[in-house]
């Protein structure tokens, strides 16, 4: 039997119509399957309880900050400790060591060393029989009073080397600049020295108990 012209043309119509129902089969599908079966996770909450099960652990400080411990709290505390030195007794300290060494090394012949005699309260009883002696020696160093020689000391800095208030002993080294007059009032020697003393504390003062120029 022989195919027409029409029936060609109607085969045609019926495969692209079958061709497009499968079209809309798969898109149809493809809807059903990204809005209908795809369901994305909640997203998490930032005010959830969080003694719901599943979530973190509080974040607690390490134990050793939450101790009450006195014995804990002290070794704390161990790791800054208060400065040692009462400020009020330090500067007592420097005044009077600080007072002695200009004293002690500033005098002239002409002057009778008079500034040894002003060093009695600065010092212990002990170092104030060595400065008599002492000052004897350089009355006899310098003995014409008609050449004037005189040494003019001045602290410029003070390095507290030890100061325990407890033992009541201390050391400071304190440098110094001197003014030599030898004849000469015009020009005098500058120079400077350093000079470590050796204090004690006697009935709640500190006295010098050695004077050692370096």
Do not use: C
């Not at 089969?25 to 809807?31: E, P, S």
């Not at 002290?74 to 004293?103: C, H, M, W, Y």
């Not at 002057?111 to 060093?119: H, M, P, Q, S």
Request: charged letters at 20%.
């Amino acid at each position: 039997m022989a195919i027409t012209k029409e029936d060609l043309t109607k085969n045609k119509r019926l495969l692209w119509l079958l061709i497009i129902i499968i079209l809309l089969l798969i898109i149809a599908v493809i809807i059903y399957l990204l809005f209908f079966q795809y369901k994305p996770s909640a997203p998490v909450a930032f005010n959830q309880n969080l003694n719901q099960a599943g979530a973190p652990p509080p974040v607690t400080a390490p134990p050793v900050f939450n101790n009450t411990n006195p014995q804990v709290l002290a070794d704390v505390q161990g790791i800054n400790p208060k400065e040692s030195i009462d400020q009020n007794e330090k500067q007592n300290f420097l005044f009077i060591a600080t007072s002695f060494v200009e004293r002690f090394g500033s005098y002239s012949n002409q002057g009778g060393y008079k500034n040894f005699d002003e060093l009695t309260v600065f010092m212990t009883d002990s170092m104030n029989k060595w400065v008599a002696s002492y000052k004897q020696q350089l009355m006899k160093e310098h003995p014409d009073l008609n050449i004037y020689y005189a040494l003019v000391t001045k602290a410029i800095s003070t390095d507290i080397r030890n100061m325990d208030e407890k033992t009541g002993t201390g050391e400071i080294l304190i440098k110094t600049q001197r003014r030599e007059y030898n004849n000469n009032l015009s020009n005098p020697r500058l120079f400077y020295q350093d000079i470590l003393l050796k204090m004690v504390k006697i009935n709640n003062e500190w006295k010098v108990n050695g004077a050692y120029w370096q």
